[in-house]
Structures are given as C-alpha cells and as structure tokens.
C-alpha cells in the first residue's frame, strides 16, 4: 500500500524493513523508485519523528537491534516500555539493546524484566546488568539466584561477579549448593571474581565435589593471600580430594608460610596428597628463590 501511494515520508520505516530482509518493503521501495536508507539512517530518521512503534516492530532483528543501539540515550525510554510489549521477542531484544546502551538509567526497567513470564528474557535482562554493571541492580540479580529456569540462575550469577559487590557474596555461598552444576559453577566463578574472603571456607568445601573442585580452585586462587590460613587448615582435612587440592592451590599461591605444613603433608597417608605437597614444595621454592 505504501508503494502504491508512493509518499517518501515513508523510505525510512520501509528501509527499516527493506534492511531486515522483509521482500515486500524492498518492493515497495523499488515502486516508489527510491533507493533504501542504510539501517542506521532509517533508524535515526524515524527515532526523530517519534516513530518508535515501527522500530520496537523490527527489534529482535540484529541488524535493526544495532542501529537502535547506535542512536543511544535517546533509545532508553522507548526501550524501556518495551520491556513491556506482548512480543517475548520484542522484550528480550529490548533487554539486550539496553545492555549494549550501557546506561545506569535502564536498570530499573531490567530489574522489572527479571520477573518476566519468559526465562529467555529474564536470562537476557541479567545479560544486559551484567553489561551495564552496576551495583544498583544487585539486590534484583540476588533474587534472581532463586529462579526456577537454571540459566537465569547462571546468568544472575555471572553479572554478580561481573559488578563485583561484596553484599553478593552469601547468596552466591548459598547457590555453590545448587542442584544444577552449572549454577554452581557460575557461583564459584563469581565468588572469585569478587574476591570477597568470607568466601573462602564455603569454597574450600567445594573441593571436595569433584565436579565443581576446578572452579573452586581458581576462585581460591583469585581471592588470594586471604585464603593461605584457611587452606593450610585443610591440610588437615579428613577428604584426600580436598588436602590434594589444598595442597595445589598453595602451591600455586606460592606463600612461604605454607612451607611447614607442606612438609608435613609430604608424609600423608594419600599418595596423591604427598605427591601434590612436594609439587607445591618445588614451586613455592622456584617462586621465592626467584624473587
């Protein structure tokens, strides 16, 4: 209809389309003998007028989603109210141009799309916290730890670690207990990556889930001289997963004070664990008599 009436106030929605691969809009266009505008273009162009309807319409496409990112803050409140829209498509896209916006002024409205009917949208919304990463947002994201879709779960996590504030650190505690070892994968990564010591006697517990102990380690590892005390304690414990990995992780934190209860573990009753405390031994002198 667009192309038989042949108005050019309509190229910009028509190339919006026309660059979304819709056939009938690059027809319309070809009708009307105008060359389509580039996505960002038409974008821009209808952003201005107030065409928001048609935008929001062609979100979830990349290409439109980009161009849409490309007009910035001008895109917040349309976008937000589009966290609103009957299409799970449409809100979930909107969720990931906010994210890629990055502004703090979007977060109230992602904290709303974390409690959306659809888990992809949820997922997304945590994507685009994570993104935007900003501590206004973790009470939401700690919530969203207890969601019933596992990969909100896991995406809740990653943003914690990702804006890195310590008020996370029990709730993440709480998810190493997940029943799904995804989660409680993602728990260990963030607990890591904020670097929190409370941390550290929840995560040297976790040693001793083979399926988790590698992630646990590194967290471990990441928080650093806080967590030498507590694993020279777990020399002692009564798992040999555990004293091995205690004695991996010391090894690899390289402090000299560790060095008598290492010779100690040398003598343990485990193979695996005295093996582990004289490789510790060998790098924590290799560190020291390079230093």
């Known amino acids: 209809a667009l192309g038989a009436i042949g108005d050019p106030q309509a190229v910009p929605a028509l190339s919006l389309w026309a660059g979304a691969g819709d056939k009938s809009a690059r027809e319309a266009l070809a009708a009307m003998q105008q060359e389509p505008l580039t996505m960002e273009q038409a ?33 917040i409140a349309p976008l937000s109210g589009a966290i609103g829209d009957a299409n ?109 010591p409370q941390a550290v006697p929840a995560l040297i517990e976790s040693l001793a889930n083979e399926n988790i102990r590698a992630q646990a380690h590194e967290a471990l590892l990441r928080i650093g001289a806080p967590a030498i005390e507590p694993l020279i304690k777990a020399l002692g414990d009564g798992n040999e997963a555990v004293r091995a990995a205690a004695c991996r992780a010391l090894g690899r934190l390289g402090d000299a004070q560790a060095v008598p209860a290492l010779i100690g573990a040398t003598r343990d009753s485990s193979r695996e664990v005295a093996n582990a405390a004289r490789q510790a031994l060998q790098q924590i002198l290799a560190k020291n008599t390079l230093g």
């Open 43 to 75: 974008a821009a162009r209808l952003a201005e007028a107030g065409h928001w309807g048609v935008i929001i319409r062609v979100l979830p496409i990349e290409t439109a989603q980009a161009a849409v990112v490309a007009i910035g803050e001008a895109a």
């Open 88 to 196: 799970s498509s449409v809100r979930r896209a909107a969720c990931q141009a906010l994210g890629q916006i990055g502004d703090l002024k979007a977060i109230l409205a992602l904290s709303v799309a974390l409690g959306d009917s659809e888990s992809s949208v949820r997922a997304a919304a945590c994507e685009a916290l994570k993104a935007i990463g900003n501590m206004q947002a973790v009470p939401a994201l700690i919530q969203a730890l207890g969601d019933k879709d596992k990969d909100v779960r896991v995406a809740a996590c990653r943003a914690l670690g990702q804006i890195g504030d310590p008020q996370a650190v029990p709730a993440l505690i709480q998810a190493l207990g997940d029943k799904d070892e995804d989660v409680r994968v993602a728990a260990c990564g963030a607990l890591g990556q904020i670097g929190d």
